[in-house]
């Protein structure tokens, strides 16, 4: 049986800290948490970081107490002015809001406790029998404002997930490279 986890890459040109303190400490659930400085040069102010959280929450876990841990650290990074992007499989089906009332009370939550919710479509597709089922497992939340943001769904084979991709725009740090970071591979045709 495969299993899940939180991880977290990150370029060796960018300066960042591990933050343990963020933790969520809810059982069946792995989460880690980076600020990353986006300036070497400026002061250190809310500005000028951004914390990244990588949550992977076990299927069938209970949602309420990790509806409370999340919305608490939401609220206390909004509190301290942080710039803050989550994402992760959390296995809570957003397909489901206004159908399922403790899922729907968790997108609520997140809304009010304000970040947006960038991915809403399916994440996940399987076939089950003679049919498909779809879900949207995988989330991305933030509180940076929509124009600044690109979320993308990007489909692939090698998970029954589809990965998600977070394009921040208009972050001004010259440390940042100017090309690719990584290329993926096709393997060759046979000719």
Avoid at 10 to 26: A, G, K, M, P
Avoid at 80 to 92: A, S
């Amino acid at each position: 049986m495969a299993s899940g986890g939180a991880g977290v890459f990150v370029s060796t040109c960018l300066e960042y800290e591990v933050r343990t303190d963020l933790q969520l400490h809810v059982d069946r659930c792995e989460d880690i948490w980076i600020n990353i400085k986006l300036n070497k040069r400026a002061q250190k102010c809310a500005d000028n970081e951004l914390i990244i959280g990588v949550v992977y929450r076990h299927p069938g876990s209970q949602i309420k107490e990790f509806e409370e841990k999340i919305c608490q650290t939401i609220s206390s990074l909004i509190e301290l002015k942080n710039n803050f992007v989550i994402m992760g499989d959390i296995n809570i089906n957003f397909q489901k809001v206004n159908l399922v009332q403790n899922i729907t009370d968790y997108y609520n939550n997140l809304q009010s406790s304000g970040c947006l919710s960038l991915i809403n479509r399916a994440t996940r597709v399987v076939r089950r029998g003679s049919k498909w089922q779809t879900s949207c497992l995988d989330h991305i939340y933030t509180n940076i404002n929509s124009d600044k943001t690109d979320a993308y769904i990007i489909t692939s084979d090698i998970s029954d997930h589809y990965s998600t991709l977070l394009k921040l725009n208009d972050v001004r740090n010259s440390y940042i490279p100017k090309y690719d970071i990584f290329v993926r591979k096709k393997n060759p045709q046979p000719g």
